[in-house]
T-cell receptor
Framework: KAGVTQTPRYLIKTRGQQVTLSCSPISGHRSVSWYQQTPGQGLQFLFEYFSETQRNKGNFPGRFSGRQFSNSRSEMNVSTLELGDSALYLC????????????FGPGTRLTVT | DQQVKQNSPSLSVQEGRISILNCDYTNSMFDYFLWYKKYPAEGPTFLISISSIKDKNEDGRFTVFLNKSAKHLSLHIVPSQPGDSAVYFCAARDGGAGSYQLTFGKGTKLSVIP
């Protein structure tokens, strides 16, 4: 099976712009979660989607949003970018049966200048 | 408030010896714990997990121990190999949150010296 894929891998944006990141989960996985990794804060949960519905949201401002499509692919959007949004954005998928584990993609490295 | 803590930012171990990585948590609602390994410029890779109803889980060279009363878990790697050098993250799932949300520690960088 192919793993979780994320596009693009690297992105440079200017403060005030918006950005959309894409994630394709492992085939058959219906749950997709997004995390932000920064050197100071580690990995922080952004949100989780299942069957096109957001199930949970972390403690991030409304500038961070996401969606999931019927094929389980997911996108996250960050509007009005700030310098502090520079981070590695990770997507993870799972089958959503019991506890189980999440499988992560390689991430998108976003740099805001 | 950091609910999952990895108090050692780094650890150096000789090749062939045991590596012990520690993790403490504060949330009693955590019901499932996982360890991930991360190389630079890659996403975290799942290593091993343990349910809160168990106290030990073993997979090859990797063993995770859970002490619920102390709210402490540890990952043992025996024997350690140079390829194990990476950042290790401890993560926990809140069983009462209604969704699959992992809370991560800030990681421990393991260096295995040949």
């Amino acid at each position: 099976k192919a793993g979780v894929t994320q596009t693009p891998r690297y992105l440079i944006k200017t403060r005030g712009q918006q950005v959309t990141l894409s994630c394709s989960p492992i085939s058959g996985h219906r749950s997709v979660s997004w995390y932000q990794q920064t050197p100071g804060q580690g990995l922080q949960f952004l949100f989780e989607y299942f069957s096109e519905t957001q199930r949970n949201k972390g403690n991030f401002p409304g500038r961070f949003s996401g969606r999931q499509f019927s094929n389980s692919r997911s996108e996250m959007n960050v509007s009005t970018l700030e310098l502090g949004d520079s981070a590695l954005y990770l997507c993870a998928s799972r089958q959503d049966q019991g506890a189980g584990e999440q499988y992560f993609g390689p991430g998108t490295r976003l740099t805001v200048t | 408030d950091q609910q999952v803590k990895q108090n050692s930012p780094s650890l150096s171990v000789q090749e062939g010896r045991i590596s012990i990585l520690n993790c403490d948590y504060t949330n009693s609602m955590f019901d499932y714990f996982l360890w991930y390994k991360k190389y630079p410029a890659e996403g975290p890779t799942f290593l091993i997990s343990i349910s809160s109803i168990k106290d030990k889980n073993e997979d090859g060279r990797f063993t995770v121990f859970l002490n619920k009363s102390a709210k402490h878990l540890s990952l043992h790697i025996v024997p350690s190999q140079p390829g194990d050098s990476a950042v290790y993250f401890c993560a926990a799932r809140d069983g009462g949150a209604g969704s699959y949300q992992l809370t991560f520690g800030k990681g421990t960088k393991l260096s295995v010296i040949p």
